[in-house]
């Protein structure tokens, strides 16, 4: 029997699920990388040969084998005290595994837990500190001219199941929440949210659950200790990640809407969901995804309180940012804007499978970061139809790297 050694980590360095873009200061090109998981608050810009080293630091390729992989591309020597020099900052900054990013991230973890509430991580960033200026910027949103109408809701007075809403920036994609929450405003409003959201920086467990009430600068949200008690004690491991709520922002910008459309007392379940439609074709995958979302519905049902489920996610990710090799054209946006809407049909009739099949015909070549809580929402909910009500995108950088979302709700 043959046994293999772990391999060094400063000669096979292993970069964490870093998020990164394009930019350009005056001639030269370069690539900003930052941590999405909020475990380091460093950025570090790198020029693309640079990069081009970092992206194979994956525990494969050795220090040589870069060495000589960048030879073939560059046509010049690396120096290996230059790619070391590289890996010291790397892992100063935690941005790569190793034993001194496991200690910061078990120390964090620990931290979390320690805390009786989840805090409002962007509050001050992506919109307002302050109770009053925030309730004038949600307002805003509302009456903006890209906001919803002010006819009444053909759903007044129904009961609401589901509702999609995007997670781009408020700033920028507020109104389009708005036309969500204004059919939440207007119907019959549950006694329960549970909101399952885009885990950005990934989940080794595909789901990510926390029973932490969440702070806003309109007060405080609480969880439903009764169903998240019932639902760890049928998936506990889904709770193991937690931490994964501290830095993400996808269940956070959903609470203000709430806080000012519903209008009665109500709770939520706050959970973070990453998986692809692609990894649905893993047996393993497929099983652990269905092993909770059974346990999930299970729960809800049983509980007896009427449930609305809130998919915070977005839609295609467009451009250098996101690995295409040019950025889009109005022809390509336009294109994937047809894409993107014959998808959502089989959204809105409420068929999980063909919606994952979709995707899966195009091997995700649009990278359709919500698949994972739409899809959540779309085995969850018993409903008769949904209904896409806006739709829009979002630019996010100099070459033109273009975000899609919607809003749409379920009765």
């Known amino acids: 029997m043959t046994i ?80 070391e020099q590289l890996v010291a900052d790397l892992e100063q900054k935690l941005f790569l595994e190793g034993e001194r990013t ?52 053909e759903n007044r007075g129904k009961l609401i199941k589901g509702l999609v809403a995007p997670t781009y920036d408020l700033k920028q994609a507020g109104p389009v929440y708005a036309w969500g929450y204004k059919e939440l405003q207007e119907c019959e ?23 932490k009430d969440f702070e806003t600068p309109l007060g405080v949200v609480k969880a439903d200790r009764t169903i998240l008690d019932r639902l ?21 910008f959903q609470l203000p809407f709430l806080q000012t459309t519903v209008g009665k007392p109500f709770s939520i379940v706050p959970i973070l969901s990453s998986f692809s439609a692609m990894s649905l074709n893993d047996s393993t995958v497929r099983t652990s995804v269905d092993r ?52 959502l049909k089989h959204v809105e009739e409420l068929q999980p499978e063909a919606f994952a099949q979709f995707i899966q015909k195009e091997q995700d070549q649009r990278r359709i970061s919500g698949f994972s809580p739409i899809y959540s929402l779309l085995r969850l909910i018993q409903a008769e139809k949904g209904q896409v009500l806006r739709y829009d995108r979002g630019i996010t950088d100099q070459y033109n790297s273009t975000v899609t979302y919607a809003s749409l709700t379920f009765f």
């Open 4 to 83: 293999h050694a772990a391999k060094d980590p400063t000669q096979y360095p292993v970069l964490r699920n870093l998020q990164f873009s394009p930019i350009k200061q005056g001639e030269d090109q370069l690539v900003v990388l930052w941590d999405p998981s909020g475990l380091s608050k460093e950025k570090l810009v790198l020029p693309l040969n640079f990069f081009f080293i970092v992206q194979h630091f994956d525990g494969e390729h050795s220090i040589p084998d870069i060495g000589a992989l960048y030879l073939k591309q560059f046509g010049e020597f690396l120096l290996p005290s230059k790619v």
């Open 102 to 153: 496991e200690s910061a991230r078990q120390q964090v973890r620990l931290e979390y837990r320690q805390q009786s509430k989840r805090p409002a991580a962007f509050a001050g960033r992506s919109y307002e500190a302050d109770g009053a200026k925030l309730k004038r910027q949600l307002d805003g949103f509302f009456s903006s001219g890209e906001g919803p109408d002010f006819k009444p809701s």
């Open 292 to 343: 909770f979302l059974t346990a999930l519905q299970d729960t809800l049902v049983s509980s007896g309180k009427t449930v609305c489920v809130i998919a915070a996610g977005e839609l295609a990710h467009l451009g250098l940012r996101y690995g295409d090799s040019a950025p889009p054209t109005d022809f390509s946006f336009h294109r994937s804007m047809q894409r993107d809407l014959e998808m």
């Open 232 to 252: 760890k004690g049928l998936v506990p491991e889904y709770f193991e990640e937690d931490i994964a709520h501290q830095s993400e922002h996808a269940i956070e």
């Open 189 to 211: 409003q549950p006694d329960v949210y549970a909101i399952v959201g885009t885990a950005h920086a990934g989940l080794e467990n595909f789901f990510a659950v926390t029973d």
